[in-house]
């Protein structure tokens, strides 16, 4: 099992810029792929962004492209999610979670292990 521990969630003002990080310990980092999905109130799980066990391979949602950077650094076992250009609909929860296959996975269903979720707030 992997343990997952989100942080650098916040409130911004839209336009502004968060950092979110996630730190994983449990199974070896290198191994997995890991994925960001959020949620929003009253809205279902959706996918955000995905990279592959080495970094090379990234997977965005439309609604993510262009604004957000998902990366990793697989010797501080983290995974991080730049988000710039924040708008308000971005409010949600962001979760990290980790699959066990190469990476770049959009389905939630693929992933085995989540963290709780860091809170997003954007303000107008």
């Known amino acids: 099992q992997v343990q997952l521990v989100e942080s650098g969630g916040g409130l911004v003002q839209a336009g502004g810029s968060l950092r979110l990080s996630c730190a994983a310990s449990?199974?070896?980092?290198?191994?997995?792929?890991m994925g960001w999905f959020r949620q929003a109130p009253g809205k279902e799980r959706e996918f955000v962004a995905a990279?592959?066990?080495?970094?090379?391979?990234?997977v965005y949602a439309d609604s993510a492209k262009g604004r957000f950077t998902i990366s990793r650094d697989n010797a501080k076992n983290t995974v991080y999610l730049q988000m710039n250009s924040l708008k308000l609909e971005d409010t949600a929860i962001y979760y990290c979670?980790?699959?066990?296959?190469?990476?770049?996975?959009?389905?939630?269903?693929?992933?085995?292990?989540w963290g709780q979720g860091t809170q997003v707030t954007v303000s107008s």
């Open positions: 990279i592959s066990r080495a970094g090379v391979i990234t």
């Open positions: 979670a980790a699959d066990r296959t190469s990476g770049g996975q959009r389905n939630a269903a693929s992933y085995e292990d």
């Open positions: 449990g199974r070896t980092f290198s191994m997995l792929g």
